[in-house]
């Protein structure tokens, strides 16, 4: 079955630390790829997604994701972390096969920023 | 920005009650979902609906389970005889696209607590 695997459960980091969360996937075929934040008592909201072209993915709030194919890997990155990160991340693919629009996430990484 | 609204944001029943969750998806979507995330879990997908039609179900999505769409704006899902184990964030989405290429926007939830 597909799967999403983030590799980090809990990262505790202060200001300015730079940032970076694992996220890989099962799935060999075409897929668009997403990283999903939600801050304390918040709804999910998209941060940025791959969907084809450049694998370097810019989204808001100077996050960045990288697309390796490859590795089947779309990690997450910030150079310098603020306080107001604090917040659960999420990464999910869609596959094209099938196209229903199901959205598989992986589990969560939850991030702690110190000020 | 438009943005998926949905009620209530909390809800207490008993076991064996019938509950509906509710769901205005962004106006221009014609694409819905519904997920939902156990306490400490992954978000996990229940359904997808397009046309008055399911698009896709999850094999938690059984029998006790419904989707509907009974006007132009709202999207529905009731569970008819609730479990214990139904305890969990209910998340509603939509997009413009279904699929590959399609950016699923999600509700604040509703967190159900059965007892």
């Known amino acids: 079955a597909q799967s999403v695997s983030q590799h980090n459960h809990h990262v505790i980091l202060s200001e300015a630390a730079s940032l970076e969360l694992g996220c890989n996937y099962s799935?060999?075929?075409?897929?668009?790829l997403f990283w999903y934040v939600q801050y304390p008592g918040q709804h999910l909201q998209l941060l940025l997604k791959?969907?084809?072209?450049?694998?370097l993915v810019k989204g808001i709030k100077g996050f960045e994701a990288e697309f390796i194919k490859s590795k089947f890997s779309f990690n997450l990155r910030k150079p310098s972390v603020q306080w107001s990160d604090t917040a659960e991340y999420f990464c999910?693919?869609?596959?094209?096969?099938?196209?229903?629009?199901?959205?598989?996430f992986g589990q969560g990484t939850t991030l702690q920023v110190k000020p | 920005e438009p943005e998926v609204t949905q009620t209530p944001s909390h809800q207490v029943t008993q076991m064996g009650q019938e509950v509906i969750l509710r769901c205005v998806p962004i106006?221009?979507?014609?694409?819905f979902y519904w997920y939902r995330q156990i306490l400490g879990q992954k978000v996990e997908f229940l359904v997808s609906?397009?046309?008055?039609?399911?698009?896709?179900k999850s094999e938690i999505f059984d029998d006790q389970f419904s989707v509907e769409r009974p006007d132009g704006s709202n999207f529905t899902l009731k569970i008819r005889s609730t479990k214990l184990e139904d305890s969990a964030m209910y998340f509603c989405?939509?997009?413009?696209?279904?699929?590959?290429?399609?950016?699923?926007?999600f509700g604040p939830g509703t967190r159900l607590l059965v007892l």
């Open positions: 609906f397009y046309n008055n039609e399911i698009s896709e």
């Open positions: 989405a939509s997009s413009e696209f279904q699929g590959i290429g399609g950016t699923q926007y």
């Open positions: 799935y060999g075929g075409t897929v668009n």
């Open positions: 791959y969907f084809s072209g450049d694998p």
């Open positions: 999910a693919v869609i596959k094209a096969s099938g196209n229903t629009g199901k959205l598989i």
């Open positions: 106006s221009n979507h014609l694409y």
